[in-house]
């Protein structure tokens, strides 16, 4: 039992904001029993990059991801070249989650620039998993995974663009919504691949998640990319009867899936069918085979184009150099760390005179490919299920000196999020006392029946999201 | 598809990026492996397919063109390396 008697181990937000409507406890006591669990696990978790010493409003206290600006707060995006940054504004998301008075605990620990699937790729040292220390929460938003399921905040800001939401949220039990592309704002969230960043919620179960996203979601008129929203349902039924529900060969029967990770996905299908979904299988032939090579060559070529502003002239880090291309090549070279440097050179090559045609322009046609490819098994079915990835967390540095084995760790996130779908992990297991994710992909604008799948399988499962460790 | 040294080092030019010695090798090595997964995208037949720069098909997003406050120099200037009145400072070009 944490401070003022609140077991943040167990309390989902939902109930938090119980306590808070019956007078059980205040905002402040929430606020000082969640630093309370952060100052006594973050030694060793490092979940937080930077913690917040006052808390601002009186609501559900809230974990940021630190590539998420927020005003007056030191915001890193997990690179050495924002260290001294402090926004002077605040991200959409931000600003909506002061507008519901919830308070912000703290920034969260990222891979650099959110590339990454280990969060090893911190400036500021990898984030441990609340189920296994020696283990890897997942990447990029480990700091916001590992914090909601150690009981360090009630929920989080996670943001997504190949699996940074989903694979965290699979590694260490919680559930985690990539929404679909253009119904979160995007404004003062550090850019690593605008046509596919997303920021999404990251939550105890998908109740709360659907509480977080309907704050957060919506039109914001300094993202042109947003869109209005439908009202956002906070899901009730227990059954899943009319669904019909997709098993893409593909995404299910890659090699290399983990025998706990496919019997813990079977049983979770078992499940739903018991719930009332038709199951059936279809095929993703192109999907999966060409979404990683598809993503590694869109998403560094962004990052590429993004990671230019970072040149020692308006904020951040600077090398001393005699003159001024210099300067900008030096504070670069010191400052961003060795993935952000590969992605950069992988995203310029791609770009390059004589190159882009056969790289950027044929890598955006293979991405219409997979979305053709989705929107059809859409005419057949209203999700598609798959393991949220093929394995369970895998240990620290197990990956860490081999680019291409770390990029195919999101295998099976990527082809969704290249489609601009939204896509929910919820556990479904343990392998081996790890968690185990189940991803569930709607077409777009589906959130409200992603939920209702959630929620009903998630009542079913019944998956204990309190790691053993500290049970 | 190996890149060669002279290819990394033009691309580390283009993208202001200075590499050591030691950085031009092991990127090499790397760029070379990755470019060659990633060429996989050249395999499919794509005539006739149109690219698809963004997933949302959203055509003109206006905006209401009225004044609003905008930051003050001073939070402008808040995480500038280097200040000279309401000059960024940098080394001569």
């Known amino acids: 039992m944490g401070a ?16 808070l409507e019956r007078g059980e406890a205040t905002s402040r006591e929430l606020w000082e029993a969640y630093r309370a669990a952060i100052d006594a696990q973050n030694p060793e978790l490092n979940a937080f990059l930077t913690l917040v010493d006052e808390p601002e409003g009186d609501g559900i206290p809230i974990a940021i991801k630190d590539v998420i600006s927020t005003k007056g707060i030191r915001t890193t995006a997990g690179s050495k070249i924002l260290e001294p940054y402090v926004p002077v504004f605040d991200a959409t998301v931000a600003a909506r989650c002061k507008a519901a008075s919830m308070p912000c605990l703290g920034k969260t620990n990222t891979d650099e620039f959110a590339m990454g699937s280990s969060t090893e790729n ?30 360090l905040a009630p929920w989080a800001l996670g943001s997504d663009t190949g699996g940074s939401i989903k694979l965290p ?48 979601s919506g039109r914001d008129v300094h993202d042109s990319t947003t869109v209005d929203v439908p009202p956002v349902l906070l899901p009730e ?33 078992a499940l739903a069918e018991s719930l009332g979904a038709e199951i059936d299988e279809c095929e993703l032939p192109l999907s999966v085979d060409y979404g990683l090579p598809c993503y590694y060559l869109i998403a560094p070529a962004e990052a590429s184009a993004n990671l230019a502003r970072f040149d020692g002239v308006r904020y951040g880090a ?24 590969r992605r950069i050179m992988i995203g310029t090559y791609a770009l390059s005179s004589g190159y882009y045609d056969a790289y950027y322009g044929t890598a955006q046609k293979v991405r219409t490919v997979i979305k053709r490819e989705h929107d059809a098994l ?37 082809p969704s999020n290249m489609a601009g779908l939204p896509g929910l992990s919820i556990p479904c297991g343990l392998s081996d006392g790890l968690p185990v994710g189940l991803q569930l992909v709607g077409p777009q604008f589906s959130e409200n029946l992603l939920y209702r799948a959630g929620h009903a399988l998630e009542g079913a499962i019944g998956f204990d999201p309190v790691p053993g460790r500290l049970a | 598809m190996a890149i060669s040294r002279e290819e990394v080092l033009h691309v580390a030019r283009l993208a202001r990026l200075e590499l050591t010695e030691e950085e031009v090798g092991r990127f090499q090595e790397q760029l070379s492996a990755i470019l060659e997964a990633v060429s996989k995208v050249s395999e499919l037949d794509l005539t006739d397919v149109p690219a698809t720069s963004h997933p949302l098909q959203i055509a003109n997003a206006w905006a209401e063109d009225v004044p609003h406050t905008s930051l003050t120099l001073d939070e402008a200037f808040a995480n500038a390396p280097d200040r000279d009145g309401d000059y960024f400072r940098v080394p001569p070009a």
């Not at chain 1, 059954?239 to 029967?253: A, S």
């Not at chain 1, 900008?328 to 440097?341: A, I, N, P, W, Y």
């Open chain 1, 4 to 19: 003022h008697g609140i077991d943040t181990l167990r309390l989902s937000a939902e109930d938090a904001l119980g306590l």
């Open chain 1, 122 to 151: 911190s400036a500021y040292g990898p984030t441990h998993n609340p189920w296994d220390l020696d283990r890897v929460p997942g990447g990029s938003g480990g700091g916001s995974a590992a914090a909601v399921a150690a009981g």
């Open chain 1, 169 to 216: 949220s699979a590694f260490c039990g919680n559930v985690g919504l990539r929404p679909t592309y253009g119904t979160v704002s995007r404004y003062g969230v550090v850019a690593f691949a605008s046509s596919l960043d997303q920021v999404g919620p990251v939550t105890r179960n998908v109740r709360d998640n659907a509480l977080l996203y309907r704050i957060i």
């Open chain 1, 237 to 269: 039924s227990e059954d899943l009867k009319g669904l019909r529900i997709g098993l893409p060969r593909q995404l299910n029967d890659l090699d290399g899936i983990e025998p706990g990770v496919k019997a813990a996905v079977a049983s979770a299908i």
């Open chain 1, 318 to 341: 600077r090398s001393d150099g005699p003159d001024f291309r210099e300067m900008v090549m030096r504070t670069r070279h010191d400052f961003l760390g060795d993935e952000s440097k």
């Open chain 1, 378 to 414: 859409f005419e057949k079915f209203d999700l598609l299920i798959s393991p949220t990835c093929a394995t369970t967390a895998f240990r620290l540095g197990e990956k860490s000196a081999d680019p291409l084995a770390m990029y195919l760790t999101d295998v099976l996130t990527i």
